[in-house]
């Protein structure tokens, strides 16, 4: 079951706006053993928009719209179908409808002076948005179908699964298709390092079960393997694992899944009974944040302290004066104090502490940016402590010494 995707805004390839709803779509839709085959981003312009809707449906099945379904003159999709099918804008009772119990929902009264949400293409069918206030528009033609939904993330995901998809499935050409994959997480090691050093044939060997990819990430390397129809991951595993071509990768592989790192750590940490804490300097509150976006988060972690100055971390983490003054803040030192002292306070099995320079100022030619030194204390009272050096820029910093963070203690906890 092919199908395209069709992301309007002008605002997207200007950079103003980061589109996330390709993301969202290719995970829905492959959970319903359906990919994306083609993705077009195209400016807010009538004939463009026309023209791609048209391409994109005679090449698939489906085709999906993401954006230029709102109020003002840059929302051209209604138009744009109009001239597609070849039929002006009428007034649709059902858009109607919807219009006004949108509204409702958010305590408003709906107006036809304020917006034409009621006009919509002749012969196409509005849909509910559960989300926002604009309805969805859906056409099929030649046995094929258009789905448009908001740009807008949040309305685009829950129109996608609450309305759009149920009508996906009622499609008579529509079958499920299950589409299994085995993923190994890897770190410390680079692409080329892997197939070209470690394990020249090990990308042949793994294309016996599947399509196989390499994907980078902030720490390491995901060798992914859309299995062939009939083959699940729990079967192949164990015989990957044997694989003489994969020894020389396997103290590099951190997870056999395809989890996150802070979602790997918090179902760990639950399945050992294990509490945490956190200290973080450099990291900015990154680590906490990451795990606490992992649902049920609360059964493991316990909290967290952002020291930022030297100050917070002498009179709240009771890091020694001395420790500051000898080693200065980013220091494996430090970060030890900061892991052994927040352990205690908080009363966590184990707790991580990162400090560190994210730039792009305050490096020298001993620290330089992109430094981190990162600890663990663990309940037997040790500390355990690294130092990385990682190129990027700021954000990309904060990513990577987070990760980097999560994955220590992730290996220190399996240890």
């Known amino acids: 079951m092919r199908t395209g995707l069709l992301i309007i805004g002008s605002e997207i390839l200007s950079g103003r706006t980061q589109d996330k709803n390709l993301e969202t779509l290719a995970t829905v839709l492959r959970e319903k053993g359906m990919v994306i085959d083609k993705v077009v981003i195209i400016k807010d312009e009538i004939a463009t928009i026309v ?29 744009a179908l109009c001239q597609l099918t070849g039929v002006s804008l009428q007034e ?15 305590g408003r009264t709906w107006s036809k002076e304020t917006n034409s949400y009621h006009l919509i293409p002749k012969g196409i069918i509005p849909l509910e948005n ?33 309305t759009v ?5 009622r499609h008579p050409s529509f079958q ?15 692409e080329e390092k892997i197939f070209f050093q470690l394990c020249p044939t090990l990308w042949d060997d793994l294309e016996k079960y599947g399509e ?49 790192f802070h979602h790997y750590l918090v179902e760990l940490c639950r399945q050992k009974n294990i509490k945490l804490a956190v200290a973080e300097s450099c990291t900015g509150g990154l680590v906490a944040h990451k795990i606490t976006m992992v649902p049920g988060a609360s059964q493991i ?41 927040i352990r205690q306070h908080f009363k966590s099995d184990f707790a991580l502490a990162t400090t560190g320079i994210a730039g792009p100022e305050g490096g020298t030619t001993q620290k330089p940016v992109g430094l981190i030194c990162i600890a663990i204390a663990g309940p037997d ?34 240890k």
């Open 51 to 79: 023209e791609n809707m048209r391409h994109l449906m005679q090449e698939f099945e489906w085709t999906f719209c993401s954006g230029g379904l709102g109020p003002t003159r840059d929302d051209m999709t209604k138009e």
């Open 92 to 106: 649709n009772q059902q858009a109607e409808d919807l219009a006004r119990r949108h509204y409702q929902r958010y």
């Open 212 to 260: 196989v990819s390499s994907l980078p990430h902030t720490v390491g390397v995901d060798i992914i393997i859309k299995l062939k129809q009939g083959l699940r991951p729990n079967e192949i595993e164990q015989t990957v694992k044997q694989l003489p071509s994969l020894a020389p990768l396997l103290s590099h592989i951190w997870q056999w899944g395809a989890l996150s």
């Open 301 to 341: 972690f316990l909290g967290a302290v952002v020291s930022y100055s030297n100050e917070i971390k002498k009179d709240i983490l009771e890091v020694n004066p001395k420790t500051l003054q000898t080693h200065g803040a980013v220091s494996v030192e430090v970060a030890s104090e900061m892991a052994n002292n």
């Open 176 to 190: 499920r298709t299950a589409i299994e994959y085995l993923t190994l997480r890897t770190y410390g090691v680079p």
């Open 130 to 162: 559960p989300a926002g206030l604009a309805p969805g528009l859906f056409l099929t033609k030649n046995n094929r179908q258009l789905y448009c939904l908001p740009g807008v993330p949040r309305e685009f995901n829950q129109m996608l699964i609450q």
């Open 165 to 169: 998809l149920p009508l996906v499935e």
């Open 381 to 414: 009272s040790s500390v355990i402590t690294s130092t990385y050096n990682m190129k990027g820029d700021r954000e990309q910093l904060k990513e990577r010494f987070s990760d980097r963070a999560l994955l220590d203690l992730i290996l220190r906890i399996n």
